[in-house]
């Protein structure tokens, strides 16, 4: 069967609701799958899809109501947007565990291989492990970034879960996994193991302060990510009218969506997620960030500057830095000024899967450190992982 035909449309009511919007309202612009649309058209850009695991009758959740979610969507006006997008409507989980699974991740993979990026939109973190999955048979290791405020490593030995899916997909074999980064920790929340873990594994992390106290540092790993997902609980409680956990501490709605822009504006993230989402009498607020994080990713897709990997390095300016024992190469890029760092790969076996990998993004500081014979972070992590 199709995994298209899986798909349940989205109700005759709120398509009808969405044709009265004004016609700059994005319900007035994108495709809606109302059970005839397929095959998809060929130049959709973008398609939002909901996973609903309501039917697995899981009497601990509270299940989203994601229409509600799709009319506050709907009502935003577009941006100077001109790529085309898609609601695909609602993925039905019924059965955590295989068959349906799978399909989910064979619906991912389709896109994917079109050139479609996914907004998925879903209840239990445990699914990004399937947008991971989805990327098995791209031959291609790839970069995963959750925005979280754990790193949900847990015990990788147990079944798939919210709490253990990136321990999952680091001892998962053959690995696809080339690096991993986590934006939005909190110290207090991760075991020192964890944290430690991550570190032996030459993986990256910004604390929640950090970000807080510049959230452009999140733009450089954002540019080098494949995979971007958000845990809706990474996100502070009183700024989504307690739809989360009750956290004190995460980010605000503005920071956010800044986040969900910087996702939208790198050349190279082709799926983006959104996880933990519930649904509670106060789930208004969350309906409309929700909505706004959406727009924002959107509408950084369309300021994408296509530079690297999408140019040659013999467009970029180039700079070599001598140091103390060995020399560091720089690239800025004249179309968006941005920086990136060349990473010597002494393994020729690796360097034909990461090929996209031997420039890494950096920004004009990890330069000028450089500069000063001090060897960014992100250098020695990456040429630890070649």
Known sequence: MDVFDQLQPVSYALTEWAHELPQQALGRKLLINTGDIFPMPKDIALAILAIDDSVTNDTTR???????????????????????????????????????????????????????????LGGSQSYLYQQYEAYKHLEQLVNVLNIDQCFDIGDAGTALNAHNTIG???VDKPTILFNYANLGYQSFLNTQEEIQLLDSLHFESLRLGALKADI????????????????????????????????????????????????????????????????????????????????????????????????????????????????????????????????????????TKTTSNTLIPCNHQDYLDACENVIPDRWWKAFNKF
Request: one cysteine or more; a negative charge.
């Open 62 to 120: 509270d299940y989203v109501d994601f229409d509600k979610i799709r009319k506050t969507l709907y009502e935003l006006y577009t941006g100077d947007w001109d790529a085309k997008i898609i609601d695909l409507g609602t993925f039905v989980i019924s059965d955590p565990q295989e068959p349906s699974t799978n399909a989910l991740t064979q619906l991912i993979e389709s896109l994917v291989k079109r050139n479609v990026i996914p907004i998925l």
């Open 168 to 170: 999952k997909m680091i």
């Open 216 to 351: 452009s540092a999140a733009e450089t790993l954002m540019r080098d990510a494949d995979i971007v997902s958000l845990d809706f609980n990474s996100i502070k409680s009183i700024e989504t009218g307690f739809a989360t956990t009750h956290q004190p501490n995460g980010f605000d709605g503005l920071e956010v969506c800044a986040l969900a822009r910087y996702a939208g504006i790198s050349d190279k993230v082709s799926s983006f997620s959104i996880f933990e989402i519930k649904q509670n009498r106060h789930a208004e607020i969350a309906e409309h960030l929700i909505s706004q994080i959406i727009w924002y990713f959107i509408e950084g897709f369309h300021n994408r500057m296509h530079d690297y990997p999408f140019t040659s390095k013999a467009d970029y300016k180039r700079f070599i830095v001598a140091q103390t024992d060995q020399e560091m190469v720089f690239y800025q890029s004249p179309i968006s000024g941005r920086w990136w760092m060349e990473i010597p790969n002494t393994n020729s076996g690796v360097h």
